[in-house]
């Protein structure tokens, strides 16, 4: 016969091991004899044990398990059932005839008989399951060997001996005691060092990277590890992004650049976030951009009242609009297609929505192409920033949130100087407004667009070159999803004015951005993928700092985000130059507005006589340079 439905046939299963559990227990009280046992009394409190035992097991919602992977969850179940079903199925009986013909001993036995026929039935059919499929032999199979023994190479391992496209032979792990031990049958051959003498004498396919809570330090001595064996190797993600519960063999994927230069896992103050925007009304400048459309899926999370995305790019903000409606239906969004250069239309939006939180990300950032446009430039990072203030201040808002970057320190060029402008400008304007004027300054962030990890991409699946523009050129690295997520833990810190610096940790050399890219790839820098140093573009300076010399600075309640004390500025004096650089760009006289820039941040000046930090470019024509 066969089952319309598995559950039913779970159901039917469970409630007739509650028959046979209950007559056992009965019987055993008789030994087992027949010849003064009353039958239509059993029947009678058989049928009263089904109906009440039945009813528990669907309370303890033992049948939301699926045999196939039954464990001690399900185990806790049964034996909970079985003893609160004793208890009730007692008071029934007593209720029911008085305990009358019923052996007191036959309620103590019963739930243990109820256990071991609702348990046992479970664990064969999982132990079948899981052995049947290992003993299968699939031509093909992939001989895997997990780096890592712990919790997730565990879970790995699990889930791979069900799939018949592959089998485990080992483990490696740094931890002395699994050493000679097994995992779920399967040994741990030595330490993760240790990897290139058991693939010579292990034939490996496959090397997997279970180890989700490394650092980025020791995953780039384990993918160098990886790199030098030969075999293709693939990688669980980061401890933040494993979800628990999921498929495990799912989640395997390449390793990406980002675990190589990705962080420590960040610790935020979600509670603290969460009451700071959880019930308020919150705009986004730039909500289509890398950071903005990140801080719009962060911030759509926390349940604001509203969020206004405030964004040039028709398709970028049909995009992020989509992406939100789908993803959170009850959000209430309103999706708005505007420049923050346009004062009427920023007046409006601030207007017709009232926030009482903005995020300003929008900004023109590209360096080299920023050093010919000037008047672009400062209209844009300047005026629309300016724009954006004053109608935070005009309405009301409680918090203001400027996105910078490293580059508007010490400026070598255009687009960090007017960056440093607008932080002077929210600072200057703190002081004379109830809003909340908050400053979040920080480097590149992988994966952003414009930035190099993209070009890179390209560039070796075209073959290459890779560019890079100097050998010593260094910059500092975060996620989007970390840069997001700090700027949303500042923004619930400070009192107004204050520039917070998020810890970038240690720059990069972009060489050795280079070369790991182009290894990911399954290439060899300098053999398959050429780097090519072509000299530092206009604007870009060695290295990038996050202070001033003349900045101190100091820790907050967040261990990644610092606090910089920068020197203060004349309001009166302030507009005074803001009106001259104003007026450059109205009348379009870009070499005006350059010297105005200069003069408004005397460090952009000061890096032109120092050459650009001294760096002495290349020599031309730039060869080949093997990596």
């Not at 007593?94 to 019923?102: E, M, P, S, T």
């Not at 999370?301 to 959170?328: D, N, V």
């Not at 979040?440 to 991409?457: E, I, Q, T």
């Not at 990038?544 to 990644?560: D, G």
């Amino acid at each position: 016969m066969r089952f319309p439905n598995r559950r039913l046939a779970v159901i039917a299963h469970d409630l007739f091991m509650v028959g046979i559990a209950f007559a056992l227990a009965y019987l055993s009280r008789y030994n087992f004899s027949f010849q003064h046992l009353g039958w239509q009394p059993l029947l009678q409190m058989l049928a009263l044990v089904i109906t009440i035992q039945g009813a528990i097991l669907w309370w303890t919602r033992l049948y939301r398990g699926v045999w196939r992977f039954a464990s001690i969850p399900d185990l806790w179940n049964i034996i909970r059932a079985a003893f609160l079903g004793a208890l009730a199925v007692s008071l029934a009986l007593f209720i029911y005839n008085r305990l009358d013909g019923v052996p007191r001993t036959s309620l103590l036995l019963y739930p243990v008989f109820l256990v071991f026929l609702l348990g046992s039935p479970r664990l064969i059919y999982r132990m079948w399951k899981d052995h049947g499929l290992n003993l299968q032999r699939v031509s093909g199979r992939q001989r895997v060997l997990i780096l890592g023994a712990g919790r997730a190479g565990e879970m790995l391992a699990r889930e791979m001996r069900r799939d018949v496209s592959c089998v485990v032979i080992g483990f490696l792990d740094d931890d002395a005691r699994l050493h000679g031990a097994k995992v779920h049958g399967i040994p741990v051959l030595g330490r993760i060092t240790d990897i290139g003498d058991v693939i010579s004498h292990i034939d490996i396919d496959i090397i997997v990277i279970a180890l989700p809570s490394a650092t980025n330090t020791q995953m780039r001595q384990v993918v160098e590890l990886c790199e030098k064996t030969g075999v293709p190797f693939r990688t669980l993600p980061r401890l933040q992004d494993l979800v628990s519960g999921g498929p495990v063999v799912k989640a395997l994927r390449e390793v990406a650049i980002e675990d190589l230069l990705g962080r420590e896992p960040v610790t935020l103050d979600w509670r603290r976030i969460s009451q700071g925007l959880a019930g308020k009304v919150v705009l986004v400048s730039g909500g289509g951009g890398s950071i903005g459309s990140e801080l719009c899926r962060q911030i759509a999370r926390l349940g604001p009242q509203a969020l206004i995305i405030l964004e040039q790019s028709e398709f970028a903000l049909y995009s992020i609009e989509t992406e939100l409606r789908e993803k959170f239906p009850g959000l209430i969004l309103h999706a708005r297609l505007g420049d923050i250069c346009d004062p009427a239309c920023v007046d409006r939006v601030f207007r017709d929505h009232r926030p009482s939180i903005v995020f300003h990300a929008a900004a023109y950032k590209h360096v080299p192409m920023l050093e010919e446009q000037v008047r672009a430039a400062s209209r844009n990072n300047i005026f629309g920033t300016r724009n954006l203030a004053v109608a935070a201040d005009k309405y009301g808002c409680t918090t203001f949130v400027m996105v910078s970057t490293d580059k508007a320190v010490n400026p070598a060029n255009v687009m960090g100087a007017t960056k440093r402008i607008a932080e002077i400008l929210c600072q200057t304007l703190s002081r004379r407004s109830k809003t909340r004027f908050l400053t979040v300054r920080f480097g590149n962030v992988l994966g952003s667009a414009g930035s190099v990890v993209p070009l890179f991409k390209r560039q070796i699946e075209s073959g290459g070159p890779v560019t890079v523009t100097h050998p010593e050129v260094t910059r500092y690295f975060m996620t989007i999803a970390e840069a997001s997520q700090l700027i949303l833990q500042a923004s619930v810190m400070g009192n107004g004015g204050e520039i917070f610096v998020l810890n970038m940790g240690e720059s990069v050399k972009i060489r050795y951005l280079a070369e790991q890219m182009i290894r990911l790839s399954g290439k060899v820098p300098g053999e398959d993928v050429d780097i090519v140093y072509v000299g530092l573009r206009p604007g870009e300076k060695l290295y990038e700092e996050l202070f001033y010399s003349q900045e101190s600075f100091s820790a907050t309640s967040h261990e990644k985000i610092l606090l910089a004390h920068s020197r203060e500025t004349d309001w009166n004096a302030l507009n005074d130059r803001l009106e001259q650089l104003e007026n450059a760009c109205r009348q379009y006289d870009e070499e005006t507005a350059r010297a105005l820039l200069k003069v408004m941040v005397p460090e952009m000046s000061q890096a032109d006589m120092n050459g650009r930090d001294n760096v002495i470019p290349l020599p031309r024509p730039q060869g080949v340079v093997q990596a």
